[in-house]
């Protein structure tokens, strides 16, 4: 099977701009869940979407949002950049049932705001 | 809300020697705890959860609900073990999950 895939892997931005990242789960898993990773803060829950709803939030601004389309492929958005969004974007895809416990992360987008 | 508190951010020891990663968590209910691990130039994966209650490549966790910690522990530290560490929760199957900020472990010879 093939893994998760993100794209694109890096990205650099100006402030005020906004940025779409995409992110391609494994075949079959319907669960995407998207994390800002930074040093300081380490991995922080952005949102999940499972089956095209958005299933659960984490504590970011109306800034940040997301989407899922029937082929369970995801994307995040952020609009009006600042220098503290630069970070590491990861997703994850799981399973649904009995293996949904286990998360399998892509290689992540780097983002760069200047 | 649930919280997840890794106290060290860098661990070292030598090869051989015992290693222990704290997690400790507030929750009020049942959680499910959860292990993961980011090695150089690697994605982030799976290592081990509580309910499973196994071994994966010498680690082991167990899950204490009185002092609501999870604890990683190896007897016998080898240099591959390098890696980020990170504990991770959730309350139920479906709700998302929350980690710590993770704890780098350099193991030497």
């Known amino acids: 099977k093939a893994g998760v895939t993100q794209t694109p892997r890096y990205l650099i931005k100006t402030r005020g701009q906004q940025v779409t990242l995409s992110c391609s789960p494994i075949?079959?898993?319907?669960?995407v869940s998207w994390y800002q990773q930074t040093p300081g803060q380490g991995l922080q829950f952005l949102f999940e979407?499972?089956?095209?709803?958005?299933?659960n939030k984490g504590n970011f601004p109306g800034r940040f949002s997301g989407r899922q389309f029937s082929n369970s492929r995801s994307e995040m958005n952020v609009s009006t950049l600042e220098l503290g969004d630069s970070a590491l974007y990861l997703c994850a895809s799981s399973s649904t049932g009995q293996a949904s416990y286990e998360q399998y992360f892509g290689p992540g987008t780097r983002l760069t705001v200047t | 809300a649930q919280r997840v508190t890794q106290p060290e951010k860098l661990l070292s020891v030598f090869k051989g020697a015992p290693v222990e990663l704290k997690c400790n968590y507030s929750?009020?209910?049942?959680?499910?705890l959860f292990w993961y691990v980011q090695y150089s130039r690697q994605r982030l994966q799976l290592l081990l959860r509580h309910i499973s209650r196994e071994s994966i490549k010498g680690f082991t966790a167990d899950l204490n609900k009185g002092e609501t910690s999870f604890h990683l522990k190896k007897p016998f530290a080898q240099e591959e073990d390098s890696a980020m560490y990170y504990c991770a929760l959730r309350r139920r199957a479906g709700t998302a999950l929350i980690f710590g900020k993770g704890t780098t472990l350099s193991v030497s010879s």
């Open positions: 929750y009020s209910g049942s959680p499910e």
């Open positions: 075949s079959g898993h319907r669960s």
């Open positions: 979407y499972f089956s095209e709803t958005q299933r």
